[in-house]
């Protein structure tokens, strides 16, 4: 009851800042948008919808990134934060409270993105769900990061991390806008060491029927998404510790 009603509190904080919220799951749409009308433009196919729109679905995680850091990161640099830490909540329910509303927000940014998609031709069929509920790990991973972000830096930090160096890595090392095998060498293998391109493998193979081929990549997105929020909950509980949150 307790991590519910902080989820709800952080829910009310998330609703508030209608700008970002607007921005977040517009940007995405509108990279989309551009993508495929340059697609229309070009004789050869270089974003075929297929493969671009989970694509632009991992990308546009990134943001929820970004709002959860700022979340954590506002909290712990205002009062607020002094007077969570007289509650019961533990690190494990700090951290759970600021998941819960993020989690149906990332969900709700993907049915947008592959909804946008279906009119940009995508054919609809049961798949698209499948590949939702396959990019919910990297859902959890990019949620993760911002926690761990916001846990460690400042709110004006967290905008370069998670706002300018998160976006770069997840647009440039994925795979969305090119195969990292055509630049080959230490730039693909940096790539295949991330999350970020074997996200987009596991969503554009289930939207593609590829069941076989899913869970390789999708296991490396579940193991860093575990790593980042056990470092998350350990490093905030050793902050709580230390009365340094």
């Keep these: 009851?307790?991590?519910?009603?902080?989820?709800?509190?952080?829910?009310?904080?998330?609703?508030?800042?209608?700008?970002?919220?607007?921005?977040?799951?517009?940007?995405?749409?509108?990279?989309?948008?551009?993508?495929?009308?340059?697609?229309?433009?070009?004789?050869?196919?270089?974003?075929?919808?297929?493969?671009?729109?989970?694509?632009?679905?991992?990308?546009g995680l990134?943001?929820?990134?970004?709002?959860?850091?700022?979340?954590?990161?506002?909290?712990?640099?205002?009062?607020?934060?002094?007077r969570l830490l007289t509650s019961p909540l533990t690190a494990r329910g700090f951290l759970a409270g600021y998941t819960l509303p993020l989690l149906p927000l990332a969900v709700a940014q993907m049915c947008v993105c592959f909804g946008a998609a279906l009119l940009l031709g995508l054919s609809f069929n049961a798949n698209i769900l499948l590949a939702?509920?396959?990019?919910?790990?990297?859902?959890?991973?990019?949620?993760?990061?911002?926690?761990?972000?916001?846990?460690l830096f400042t709110d004006k930090q967290v905008g370069g991390v998670c706002g300018a160096l998160l976006t770069n890595l997840s647009a440039w090392l994925s795979g969305t806008w090119f195969d990292t095998k055509l630049v080959?060498?230490?730039?693909?293998?940096?790539?295949?060491?991330?999350?970020?391109?074997?996200?987009?493998?596991?969503?554009?193979?289930?939207?593609?029927?590829?069941?076989?081929?899913?869970?390789?990549d999708l296991g490396w997105v579940i193991g860093y998404a575990v790593v980042v929020f056990g470092i998350a909950v350990a490093v905030f509980h050793h902050r709580m510790r230390s009365g340094n949150v």
Aim: hydrophobic share 55%.
């Design 1 to 59: 009851m307790k991590t519910a009603a902080f989820a709800l509190r952080n829910t009310k904080e998330l609703v508030r800042d209608r700008l970002n919220l607007v921005f977040g799951i517009g940007f995405p749409i509108v990279l989309l948008l551009l993508l495929s009308l340059i697609q229309s433009n070009v004789p050869v196919e270089l974003f075929a919808i297929g493969q671009l729109a989970p694509g632009i679905a991992v990308f």
């Design 62 to 82: 990134s943001f929820i990134s970004l709002f959860s850091g700022f979340l954590i990161a506002k909290d712990r640099t205002s009062s607020f934060m002094l």
């Design 132 to 151: 939702i509920l396959v990019l919910l790990p990297a859902a959890l991973l990019y949620i993760g990061i911002g926690l761990l972000c916001g846990t």
């Design 184 to 216: 080959g060498g230490m730039f693909q293998r940096i790539a295949d060491l991330l999350p970020f391109s074997h996200a987009v493998n596991a969503g554009r193979y289930a939207l593609a029927g590829e069941f076989s081929r899913i869970l390789p």
